[in-house]
């Protein structure tokens, strides 16, 4: 239950923007995964492959994670900078 006042969360506050065969998506995700499960949070994965528009604008720089919708970090996830991203809003 959300304190009086404030809304509840619309969803996972973490996006990773990857692709399949994708050997640094892999390890973004595994860093991900470990650090959502640790804070209680939840992400989403979308494959850049499956919409023009996301591959057009980050083919070159997958895997890109976001955080609360903005752009985060891209190629190697840093575990200790997304747990303090996480932990900030």
Same mark, same amino acid.
């Not at 619309?10 to 892999?26: E, F, I, K, N, S």
């Given at each position: 239950?959300?304190? +009086?006042?404030?809304?509840?969360?619309?969803?996972?506050?973490?996006?990773? $923007?990857? &692709? @399949?065969?994708?050997?640094?998506?892999?390890? #973004?995700? #595994? @860093?991900? *995964?470990?650090?959502? #499960? *640790?804070?209680?949070?939840? $992400? @989403?994965?979308?494959? @850049?492959?499956?919409?023009?528009?996301?591959?057009? &604008? $980050?083919? *070159?720089?997958? +895997?890109?994670?976001?955080?609360?919708?903005?752009?985060?970090?891209?190629?190697?996830?840093? +575990?200790?900078?997304?747990? #303090?991203?996480?932990? &900030?809003?």
């Amino acid at each position: 239950m959300s304190e +009086p006042g404030t809304l509840p969360p619309a969803g996972p506050r973490v996006t990773l $923007y990857g &692709r @399949v065969g994708c050997h640094l998506c892999d390890d #973004a995700r #595994a @860093v991900i *995964e470990a650090v959502c #499960a *640790e804070l209680g949070e939840s $992400y @989403v994965e979308v494959d @850049v492959d499956e919409d023009p528009a996301l591959l057009a &604008r $980050y083919s *070159e720089e997958i +895997p890109v994670t976001l955080v609360d919708g903005r752009q985060h970090d891209f190629w190697r996830v840093d +575990p200790d900078r997304l747990r #303090a991203a996480l932990r &900030r809003s």
